[in-house]
C-alpha cells in the first residue's frame, strides 16, 4: 500500500483534472472541505493543490496555503495552511486519513523546506476529521474560529518544530 502526494503543476494538472473529478465528497463533508470542481477552480500563486495516490489511484485532495496568515490571524507568517483536505468517501473507514496526513509531514519537509508549522481549521461538527488529524500528529489547541461558513471550528491545529524535526 503506498500512499503518494502530488502538486498539481501546470504540466500535469490536466492529465490529472478528469482523475480529481472522479472522486466522491459525501455530501455531509463537501461544507467542510469542497467539491472536486471548486477544488480544481482555486488556482492562485499562494495556494498550491495537491493530490493524494494510493496505490495508483487518485483518492483525495488538499491545498496547501503560503498566505493562510493573511486570512487567519492566530497563524504565523512562517507557517503554511492545510485546507480542502478530502477522501474519496469509498476510501474512508480504513485509517488512510492517518497515514495521509502522516505522510504530508514527510512532504512538506522535503518539498517545503522553510516550514517549520502547519495550521488549520476544523468545525466542531467535524469529528472524524478531528481524529483523523490528532492520529496524524496534530495538536488541538483550546482557541475558537467562529468565522467558518459551517458554523465554530478548532483553532488552530498545528504541528510545532519539534514534531517536524522527528521525521
Known sequence: MM?????????NAEQYAE??????????????????????LDVCETTHLHIIKF?????????????????????????????????????????????????LFSYLKTYYVNIREIYLTVNYKNLGAK??????????LNEKYLGGDAGPQRIPVTIQDAKFSKL
Open 19 to 40: 482523475l480529481v473529478k472522479k472522486i466522491h465528497i459525501a455530501e455531509e463533508q463537501i461544507k467542510f472541505a469542497s467539491t472536486p470542481e471548486d477544488f480544481l
Open 3 to 11: 500512499i503518494e502526494i502530488l502538486k498539481l503543476t501546470y504540466s
Open 55 to 103: 496505490d495508483g489511484d487518485v483518492i483525495g485532495f488538499f491545498k496547501l496555503d503560503t498566505n493562510y496568515h493573511s486570512s487567519y490571524r492566530f497563524c504565523p507568517e512562517t507557517a503554511i495552511g492545510l485546507r480542502s483536505f478530502a477522501i474519496d468517501k469509498g476510501q474512508q473507514g480504513k485509517g488512510l486519513g492517518t497515514k495521509i496526513v502522516k505522510a
Open 131 to 140: 481524529a483523523c488529524y490528532e492520529k496524524g500528529g496534530f495538536e488541538c
